[in-house]
């Protein structure tokens, strides 16, 4: 079975907005070890979301792949196995 890994993004650099290429993710805040409690967040049909705990604000980019993040420096990279 494959497995499915939900796209992380944190907003460390105090940017104003993230773009991103997920509709489905987890805002963890900062980088760990000063990340907030990972907040798993879904934009169902809208293109905008803001994560109730940091208060950053995510929008989607189509042209983005789905672990991307302007800026870059805001996707958490993927675990590795």
Known sequence: MAEH???HFHNEP????????AKEFMCVGAKPPFDHPHIYLDMGDDN???????????????????H????PECALPL???
């Open 5 to 7: 890994v939900v796209p």
């Open 79 to 81: 675990p590795t196995a």
């Open 48 to 66: 905008e979301i803001v994560c109730s705990y940091c208060s950053t604000l995510y929008r989607f980019n189509a042209k983005l792949g789905p």
């Open 14 to 21: 105090g940017v104003s907005a993230i773009e991103i290429g």
């Open 68 to 71: 991307t993040a302007r800026p």
